[in-house]
Structures are given as structure tokens and as C-alpha cells.
């Protein structure tokens, strides 16, 4: 049962049944916090409201959500033996809005709902956009969304067909954020409100139950804004206080492209905080993210996990995603297919070695990018 909200930075208490943005001390993003005493087992739901007792939603409405969740956990056998390496994706391609910005946004809306919150807004690179909104839209909330002129056209239509308010700024996410900067509803952007995140770390929860309540050794995720390696991380911790699992970790590894890689050049200059990633451009719309506010959190879950931190390059993620449906039959989204990228990169320089069993992230459906050439 959700008991507070805590600041990641000062770790300052905030109630969690008033409206929340960032921590009243220090401005970071907040996280919610359980009563790890009271949580019983997952329920039988296919979906991700099988783990209710951790999630922050004190009262799940059943006709709300779309199935969302339990994805499933496929084993890539060719691509492994290519790579000579040991991998399986979770296949987030087979979700309501065609990628996993479901999770948060179900989850999310459904607390916003709860919370007596009339209207969101929030800049995106698209697929946050599509799910908020169409979410949004099932449970009878406004939203207005910012999204820069080169995100993915289909997500621009799937926040015009929700009716959505859709706003369309030159730059990245960082422009589109400033563009709805005084517009006065509840500001729904990447954690900024504590409750995406725990939609999001249900991919955590999931993993380990389908692995039959163990954890692999590595898991790699397509950073963005690192909601989802946060997420992962966060329900790890849980479960391990819990009692649902045990031993180390697994160590957690954040993809970037080259072409926007803030996470991985703190990492490996030692730094506690990204700076801001200058004509940050990649096809991997999903992980263009310039600055994120969540920069000392996905930074913190890498270090402690003994995890790491890599760039690949648009080329490199091309020729992975091609060779990912000719071996495998999966045709992956191109923030999935780094993945693959990042995986032969640390197989190749002996990060990883055979037999450590992978668990990499298809965070949505290739057929969402239509544009984004081979
Ligand atoms: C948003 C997004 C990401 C990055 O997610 P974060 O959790 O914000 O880092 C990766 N892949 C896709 C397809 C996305 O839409
Ligand atoms: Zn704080």
C-alpha cells in the first residue's frame, strides 16, 4: 500500500495523497514509497495490475485498463548464437499505443484520475504523447501535448485522433517543454509526476516472475530519460526487501546513440549529473533526450548495480534491427535494436562473457516507424 513520497535527491517525505510534482526542497523528482508489509503475492490479472499492492492506484478501476502489461519474455536463439551470447527480449512491441510509455501512462492517469486532476500536459518525443493521451482520453481527462516537429508522424496522429490538444515545436523534447511551459494544467512530464515510473517498473516485476522469481544477470535498456531503467531498478530493490528474491542484482546497463549520449559521457567521466547534450539528433526518437531530470538516479542504479553505461551508433542500431528480423523474425523498434547494438559492442570487448544471461528491452513496435529506413 502507497504510504508517502520520497525526494531521490534529500530524501524529504511528501504526502502522497495531495498533488505532487517535485520535491518543495530541492526540486528532484519523487518517489513513491510502499508499506512493504502489507503486499501479498501478484493476482492472477494478465496484466500489470497483477502487482496492485505495489503500485500507487488505491483503488484500480478493472473496466480502465487496456491489458497492459505482461508482455511476454521471448528468447532470441539465432541472434544469441550470432552474438555468442545469451539473450532474451522483453517484447514491449504488444502493448495498448505500441510502446511500453503504456505502462507509465496507465498507471499515471489512473492515479491522476483518483487524484481529482482534470487535465495533463507534457512535452514528448512521441510515444509518451500517444499513450498519455489516448489514456487521457479513456478516462475522460484533458491533455495537451508538445511534441518537436520530427518526432514519429504516427504518434502525432494517435494524439490528434484522441483529441488531444497537439502542439508541434522546432528542437527536441527540451523545446517542446518550454513551449507549454504556462500552460496551466497538471505538468505530467517525465518525472516530474512520481507515477510513470511505477507503471514502468513493472517490466521489473515482470522479468523476475517470468524467469520464475529469479533475476537475469544483465538486464540493457534504451535510455532516454531513464524512466524505465529507474522503474527496473526500483522494483528490484522491492523485491528484494520483500523477500521475493535475493543475491545481487543484475547489473544494469543504460544504450544511447552517439548522436545523444549525455548518460554515457557522465558515466564514464565519473560525474554524478549529465550536462546538456548539444544538436542532440538520432533516429531513435525514444532516447533523444538531451538532459534528463532523472540523470543522478539512472547514474546511481548503473554505479551500484556494477553495471554500465555505452553509445551506439544510428548506423550500428540500422544494421541490428535488420539482422534482428532476418535471424529472429522481430521486427524491433530502433530504440530495441540498440539494444542489440549494445549487446554485441560488450560481448565483443569481453563485458560480458557467454553464458551471462541478457535480458534487453524492445520498448515498442517497429511498425511505429515507418520512416526510419534499414
Ligand atoms: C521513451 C522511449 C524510450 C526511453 O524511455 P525512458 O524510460 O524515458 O528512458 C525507449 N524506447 C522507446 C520506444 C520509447 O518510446
Ligand atoms: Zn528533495
Redesign the pocket.
Known amino acids: 500500500m502507497l504510504s508517502h513520497l520520497e525526494c531521490a535527491r534529500c530524501g524529504r517525505e511528501h504526502d502522497a495523497d495531495a498533488v505532487q510534482n517535485l520535491c518543495h526542497e530541492c526540486a528532484s523528482p519523487l518517489l513513491a514509497r510502499y508499506d512493504l508489509t502489507r503486499v501479498a503475492r501478484p493476482t492472477t490479472e494478465n496484466s500489470l495490475w497483477r502487482y496492485r499492492d505495489v503500485l500507487p492506484v488505491r483503488d484500480p478501476d478493472p473496466a480502465f485498463s487496456l491489458g497492459e502489461g505482461m508482455t511476454p519474455l521471448v528468447p532470441l536463439p539465432a541472434l544469441s548464437r550470432a552474438l555468442d551470447a545469451t539473450v532474451l527480449m522483453k517484447d514491449?512491441s504488444l502493448i495498448p499505443t505500441g510502446?511500453?510509455?503504456a505502462r507509465g501512462a496507465a498507471v499515471g492517469v489512473a492515479r491522476a484520475k483518483e487524484l481529482g486532476i482534470e487535465g495533463i500536459k507534457m512535452p514528448t518525443?512521441?510515444?509518451?504523447g500517444a499513450a498519455w493521451a489516448l489514456y487521457a482520453a479513456r478516462a475522460g481527462i484533458r491533455s495537451v501535448i508538445a511534441m518537436p516537429e520530427d518526432a514519429p508522424l504516427i504518434t502525432r496522429e494517435e494524439v490528434e485522433a484522441s483529441g488531444a490538444e497537439l502542439r508541434i515545436v522546432p528542437g527536441t523534447i527540451a523545446d517542446a517543454g518550454k513551449a507549454i511551459a504556462d500552460v496551466d494544467l497538471f505538468d505530467a512530464s517525465?518525472l516530474r509526476e512520481p507515477y510513470r515510473i511505477e507503471g514502468?517498473k513493472t517490466m521489473g516485476y515482470e522479468i523476475v516472475e517470468q524467469l520464475g522469481w529469479r533475476v537475469p544477470d544483465v538486464i540493457v535498456?534504451?535510455?532516454?530519460?531513464?524512466?524505465?531503467?529507474?522503474?527496473i531498478h526500483k522494483a528490484l530493490l522491492e523485491m528484494r526487501e520483500l523477500g521475493w528474491i535475493s543475491g545481487d542484482l543484475p547489473r544494469l546497463v543504460a544504450v544511447q546513440s552517439t548522436g545523444c549520449a549525455p548518460i554515457v559521457r557522465a558515466f564514464e567521466a565519473g560525474e554524478a549529473e549529465s550536462a546538456f547534450w548539444h544538436d542532440a539528433y538520432t533516429s531513435?526518437?525514444?532516447?533523444n533526450?538531451p538532459k534528463?531530470l532523472g540523470d543522478f538516479i539512472i547514474l546511481r542504479a548503473i554505479r551500484e548495480t556494477g553495471g554500465t553505461a555505452l553509445a551506439v551508433t544510428d548506423e550500428q542500431i540500422a544494421a541490428d534491427r535488420a539482422e534482428c528480423a532476418r535471424l529472429e523474425g522481430v521486427f524491433l523498434?530502433p530504440?530495441?535494436a540498440a539494444t542489440i547494438s549494445a549487446v554485441r559492442a560488450l560481448r565483443e570487448d569481453g563485458w560480458l562473457s557467454a553464458d551471462d544471461e541478457v535480458v534487453v528491452?524492445n520498448?515498442?513496435a517497429g511498425i511505429?516507424y515507418p520512416t526510419v529506413r534499414l
Do not use: D
Open positions: 514491449e510502446s511500453f510509455k518525443n512521441g510515444n509518451a517525465t514502468k535498456y534504451p535510455t532516454g530519460g531513464g524512466v524505465g531503467l529507474i522503474g531513435a526518437f525514444g532516447i533526450v534528463p523498434c530504440e530495441g528491452l520498448t515498442g511505429k
